[in-house]
């Protein structure tokens, strides 16, 4: 459904992107750029939490490293993820990515599945302060 304003959105979604280095192996030794698969600054769309670890992983969908037109859905700590923030979602191929729906039904049942409006930028505002080890 549009409006006067344009396409109306689906739902609203935290948003990171990948860090630039992340460190990996024992004690974090080793520096990479971004992961095996999203590239260093890759844009990813952050799925409610599924579990209860306080957002240590998370499941996100954004482009491939290799694929750039097809969403992928996976896990990863939320440690190698950055700047995040509130975004509308208005791609159809997006909320199926995030919430696994068939075709069609991400009008129906998409924003169910997304993120209130205030728990997104509760967590986003978290996940953005400095961690304290």
Same mark, same amino acid.
């Given at each position: 459904?549009? &409006?006067? %304003?344009?396409?109306?959105?689906? *739902?609203?979604?935290?948003v990171? !992107?990948?860090?630039?280095? %992340? #460190?990996?192996g024992?004690? *974090? $030794?080793?520096?990479?750029?971004?992961?095996?698969?999203? =590239?260093? *600054?890759?844009?990813?769309?952050?799925?409610?939490?599924?579990?209860?670890?306080?957002?240590?992983?998370?499941?996100?969908?954004?482009?491939?490293?290799?694929? &750039?037109?097809?969403?992928?859905?996976?896990?990863?700590? #939320?440690?190698?993820?950055? !700047?995040?923030?509130?975004?509308?979602?208005? #791609?159809?191929?997006?909320?199926?990515?995030? %919430? +696994?729906?068939?075709?069609?039904?991400?009008?129906?049942?998409?924003a169910?599945? $997304?993120?209130?409006?205030? +728990?997104?930028? &509760?967590? =986003? +505002?978290?996940?953005?302060?400095?961690?304290?080890g």
């Amino acid at each position: 459904m549009e &409006s006067a %304003t344009g396409p109306e959105p689906l *739902g609203i979604c935290v948003v990171a !992107n990948v860090a630039q280095e %992340t #460190s990996h192996g024992h004690g *974090g $030794l080793e520096i990479r750029r971004g992961l095996r698969h999203f =590239a260093p *600054g890759a844009k990813v769309w952050i799925a409610p939490p599924a579990w209860g670890d306080g957002g240590e992983r998370v499941i996100v969908s954004g482009r491939h490293r290799g694929n &750039s037109r097809r969403y992928i859905r996976i896990v990863m700590e #939320s440690r190698f993820l950055e !700047n995040f923030r509130v975004r509308a979602v208005y #791609s159809p191929a997006l909320v199926r990515a995030l %919430t +696994q729906l068939d075709p069609g039904d991400e009008k129906e049942y998409g924003a169910r599945w $997304l993120w209130p409006a205030e +728990q997104a930028e &509760s967590w =986003a +505002q978290d996940w953005n302060k400095p961690k304290t080890g």
